[in-house]
Structures are given as C-alpha cells and as structure tokens.
C-alpha cells in the first residue's frame, strides 16, 4: 500500500476543490447557447435572415424592384401641352386620342424623344357620350365594322404598340364587342390596356380566352384633381407597386400641375426603391414571348 505524506495529500486535496469550485462556476457563470436574444423571432423563424419589417419580400423573386408605369391618357387636343411630357426624363405612355387635329404629331413626336405610344380609343359609355370625340367604338356596331373603325384608329396614331379605352362603360362590359376589339388586336400584334372604368369589364377574361396580352390601370391618379389628392393616390400607388411587384397609373395631359406632379411622384418612388419603366416592361413580365412591334403602322 502506498503511502501519501499529509503535506503532498493537503495539496492534493486543495487542487481537487479548486477544480471542483472552478466547474461549478463554469455551469453558473457560461453565455445562455440562444443565438436569438435579442432578435424580434417573428422576423427570424422562417426566413433564414434578419429582414427590416419594412423591407418588400415578394414571393417572386423576379419582381424584387417593384416597378411602375405611367399612362398618360388625352393627348392630340394640344400640341404644346404633350410636348411638356415629352421632355420628362423618365419613361412614359402616351396615350393618344384619334382624329383629333394633333393626334398624328403628337405620335410621332413621342416617338422621337423615345416615349412608348397607344392609342385612347373611344368607347360608348352608358352614359355621357356627347364627350366621346371622333373614331368611337360603339356596341350597335357589327364585327367588322368594329375592325374597320380600329384600323382606322391606329392609322391616325402611328406607332401605336397598343390601345387603351376612352370612357367605355358599356363596350367593355360587352363579350361580342370587346371580342372583337381583342382578336383584331392579336392580328396586328398589339395589346389592350383596360383602364378599368367599370368593374364589370370582360377584357382580361376575353384576353386569356382570345390568347391577347391584356393589362389592367390599378389607380386613377387624378380622378379628383386636386392636388393633395393626386399626391395621395401616388403614394398608393406606391403601395401597389410594393405589394404585388408593378402598378400602372393613369393620368391625363390636361390636370393642372401635371408635371410638376409627376417629377414629385417619380422623386417618391425613386426614394421608395420603385423603378419606373415603360408600360412594355411590365407587360413582358407576364407575356414574355410578346414583341414589340417594329412597325404597327
């Protein structure tokens, strides 16, 4: 049996309950193992990362700069009133009336300082049709006669990529008409922009029927024209951009302070990370094997 003198078995001893001592203080004393503290879970579980509450997340990650487009309905009145738009350093969609006496210059204007066009065709309405102007699309019209009257229409909008309505209540609630608006649409490449001034339209579900690029406007900016509301409606439109990836607004050539508007908006968006594009670039986004056509005159 080995003997152990006191003095070496005190030492011993000593160690022993420092270590002990040092273990338990180890097991008190060590950093809780929870990474999150700290962290608002509700931003962690099911992301994988921390992400701001305010930051866009779309669940299509082609959309993750939400872009907006700008339709400006009216033009071939005034000359000098479309040519103020022209001259706006971002993109915009002219939108232009037919046979009116500047429908034809304005288009090809427009075009030159490389703004995208469309014709505003005028549709009758249930109501207030003394406000339609020339080259309307009326629903006592035949098949044909609808053909003929767009056809003519487009020629006094050369350039024109597609067409949006003017007024329109009654054409777009109707299937037979507004069938044959789209199909004679589809034959020369073009596609409809709806804006939307009834909820009972048919076009979008006509447009996937007929296999023709259909549009929706999501907001009119300046369907009341006091400014303060216009600013409004571009912040929601804003919104709408952020939520579903893209938003189209419509606003007219003739609102008081339109342009100054528009660059106060555009500045707005530019802030919110919203990109502003032409009205093709949101429409490639849902028919990307649509073409821009070359000549639609």
Request: glycine share 8%; proline share 6%.
């Amino acid at each position: 049996m080995i003997k152990v003198k006191k003095g070496v078995l005190s030492v011993l001893l000593i160690i022993a309950g420092v270590l002990a001592l040092a273990l338990i203080l180890f097991f008190i004393l060590r950093p809780s193992p929870n990474p999150l503290i700290g962290f608002d879970l509700e931003q962690v579980i099911g992301t994988g990362k921390i992400t701001p509450s305010n930051t866009y997340t779309p669940s299509n990650p082609e959309l993750e700069v939400p872009l907006i487009s700008i339709v400006v309905d009216d033009n071939g009145y005034n000359l000098q009133q479309s040519r103020m738009a022209f001259s706006l350093p971002f993109p915009l969609t002219i939108s232009v009336m037919p046979s009116l006496k500047y429908s034809r210059d304005v288009a090809l204007e427009a075009k030159r300082h490389g703004k995208e066009v469309i014709l505003h065709c005028p549709m009758e309405s249930h109501k207030g049709n003394d406000w339609l102007g020339p080259g309307a699309i009326l629903s006592s019209m035949s098949d044909e006669e609808v053909k003929k009257q767009v056809e003519a229409d487009l020629y006094d909008v050369p350039g024109a990529i597609g067409m949006n309505n003017h007024m329109g209540t009654k054409v777009t609630e109707d299937r037979r008409v507004m069938g044959a608006i789209l199909s004679y649409l589809k034959e020369r490449g073009l596609f409809f922009l709806d804006s939307r001034v009834t909820p009972k339209s048919v076009a979008r579900e006509l447009g996937n029927q007929i296999g023709i690029p259909v549009l929706e406007n999501d907001l009119s900016l300046d369907h009341d024209t006091n400014p303060k509301a216009i600013r409004e409606n571009m912040r929601k439109l804003g919104e709408i951009a952020k939520r579903k990836g893209s938003a189209i607004g419509i606003i007219h050539i003739y609102t008081k302070d339109i342009i100054s508007l528009l660059k106060e908006g555009v500045d707005l968006w530019n802030k919110e990370g919203i990109r502003i594009v032409p009205l093709s670039e949101i429409l490639l986004k849902f028919w990307p094997s649509w073409k821009i056509p070359d000549e639609s005159n």
